[in-house]
């Protein structure tokens, strides 16, 4: 049953991503502003500061002096802002640059022709493909990701099984208004606050504001990389920490006190088992199911939604902060190569936590519950 399962949920995928990327889309097309507007602004001399940031050739080296009209302006310059004035061709030959010469039906068609190869296209502002901005980005989003990920697994799972045996004691009591200060404020603000207090904002200056590594890196023992790494990370992963423990902590301990209370573990106290074999040999696999499941799940958030934020704050250049600048400057291909790449990824690890589940307690059959 279980791999029927998987075969329905694999063949799901495909129309799941259709869906996803068509409703982006249709939302991009009801959006104002573009890409080609963004080039007659720099154009124009009213380049916005993120724009400003973004380095490279490609389309944006339509960014020079642009030829003037001679007579009117056309239908094809005034679609746009800021095109009055210039030469009609020109504008021409940048929506063909770009595609845009093309209805978006067909637009949207050729689109999905070529991520089903796996293509995902060229940035109009860098001089790179998507795919390899992805993997260039990807290592600083995945350290992020995966410190934060393992450090709330290791916070919270112990601290929700003590506020679990001691619930109702002063320290489950003290511990829940952390978890409430921790569950109320976003990460993002606890990275200022760092920032204020330990990164020369206002305090003291014990660490770097900005980068994954010191710039003389390269030159470094392997000891002294693997000691500036953790230095440059300790801020950004510190946020996303204190910003993602609250939940995983009151999941795992309402789990807890959910098993503690079943006649299982009343009948094994009964028969003179010690409370720690209790505790660890009867309760802690079922009450972790949910938990250990989730991981796959926490993975990705971490990766690709709690540190954009982050990644702009501490000027980190990863995934966040390549698809932030991507929808500041309506760099199209980037939005959708990463919404459809990241959006796979989530499936996949959706199936994948699905499994997890299912391998911890082989009782749970999703495939039998479907049928």
């Not at 642009?66 to 005034?78: D, Q």
């Not at 500036?228 to 423990?245: E, Q, R, S």
């Not at 006190?257 to 409370?275: D, F, H, M, P």
Request: charge should be positive.
């Amino acid at each position: 049953m279980m791999f029927a399962y998987i075969v329905r949920r694999l063949l799901l995928i495909p129309l799941t991503l259709l869906g996803i990327i068509g409703v982006n889309f249709l939302f991009v097309q009801l959006a104002p502003g573009g890409p080609i507007e963004q080039i007659l602004a720099r154009l124009d001399g009213q380049t916005t500061d993120a724009t400003a940031r973004i380095s490279g050739t490609g389309a944006a080296e339509t960014a020079r002096p642009a030829p003037r009209a001679t007579g009117g302006n056309s239908s094809v310059a005034s679609k746009y802002r800021g095109a009055q004035g210039l030469d009609p061709a020109f504008i021409a030959d940048l929506e063909h640059q770009m595609g845009f010469d093309k209805p978006p039906l067909e637009r949207f068609w050729l689109m999905v022709k070529a991520y089903a190869r796996f293509d995902l296209g060229k940035s109009y502002f860098r001089d790179a493909r998507v795919t390899n901005l992805i993997l260039e980005k990807l290592p600083v989003s995945a350290s992020l990701g995966i410190w934060s990920t393992l450090l709330i697994y290791l916070i919270s799972v112990p601290l929700g099984v003590k506020k679990a045996v001691r619930d109702g004691s002063r320290f489950d009591v003290a511990s829940s208004w952390a978890i409430i200060v921790g569950h109320a404020i976003p990460g993002f603000l606890f990275a200022i606050v760092l920032i204020i207090i330990f990164a020369g904002g206002r305090y003291l200056n014990w660490f770097p504001l900005r980068g994954l590594t010191s710039d003389t890196w390269a030159e470094l023992s392997w000891p002294a990389r693997i000691a500036d790494y953790a230095w440059h990370m300790t801020l950004p992963v510190t946020a996303m920490v204190i910003g993602g423990f609250a939940g995983l902590t009151m999941l795992t301990k309402n789990a807890f006190l959910e098993e503690i209370n079943k006649q299982y573990v009343l009948t094994a106290r009964a028969k003179g088992l010690s409370e720690h074999r209790v505790l660890y040999g009867h309760v802690f696999r079922n009450a972790m199911l949910v938990v250990i499941a989730g991981f796959p799940a926490t993975l990705i958030g971490m990766l690709f939604t709690g540190s954009v934020l982050i990644e702009v704050i501490f000027s980190l250049d990863g995934i966040g902060l390549l698809g932030f600048e991507a929808a500041m400057n309506r760099d199209y291909p980037v939005m959708f190569g990463t919404l459809y790449a990241f959006s796979l990824l989530g499936l996949v690890l959706g199936l994948i936590s699905d499994l997890t589940y299912h391998a911890v307690d082989p009782r749970i059959d999703f495939g039998a519950r479907e049928s």
